[in-house]
């Protein structure tokens, strides 16, 4: 038997799913201030799983996202998408992707800029340092190539 959240994601128009595509695309201007954030936000986000940490539902080892409010590891919408089932289940509506350091709101429907909004900018300098193993480039404003490893 499907659930509201189930139905809700085979309902999703597959264009709808196509602009979501990534900060990296170039073509998405991410947004500088989100009024999500207060609510959505974890307190500790100093201490954040490592990138290579699987799904927690489906253990899927890759490309996963990280629940900013409760800091479940969840794979994405090309996966199984539990992140976005976690959204619609939980209103958690912030999610830091581990593949390429972007910042989704799932209810403004939009990317965060995560280095210049001064919330998230420390989750992202953190996920950075664990992706990489370096402190990220400072480059206020503008979102930094990530390369596959």
């Known amino acids: 038997m499907a659930t ?3 139905t809700q994601l085979e309902n ?3 264009e709808e799913d196509e ?3 990534g900060a ?3 073509w998405v201007e991410p947004l500088t201030s989100c009024d999500h954030l207060v609510a959505s936000l974890s307190s500790d986000l100093a201490h954040i799983p490592t990138p290579d940490t699987p799904c927690n539902r489906c253990q899927h080892p890759s490309e ?3 629940c900013l409010c409760c800091k479940e ?4 919408r090309f996966v199984n998408k539990h992140m976005l089932q976690h959204y619609l289940e939980t209103n958690h509506s912030v ?4 593949s390429d350091l972007s910042v989704w709101c799932f209810t403004c429907d939009a990317y965060l800029n995560a280095q210049v909004i001064p919330q998230l900018r420390p989750v992202y300098e953190t996920a950075y340092i664990l992706k ?3 402190a990220p480039p400072i480059h206020i404003g503008e979102h930094p190539k990530v390369e596959d490893q």
Do not use: D
């Not at 590891?73 to 994405?76: A, F, G, K, R």
């Not at 999610?95 to 581990?98: D, E, F, I, K, V």
């Open 95 to 98: 999610a830091l992707s581990y």
């Open 12 to 14: 999703r128009p597959e």
């Open 132 to 134: 990489f193993g370096e």
């Open 73 to 76: 590891v969840l794979c994405s």
């Open 64 to 66: 996963n996202w990280l």
């Open 19 to 21: 602009m979501m595509f």
């Open 24 to 26: 990296e695309s170039g």
């Open 4 to 6: 509201s959240s189930s």
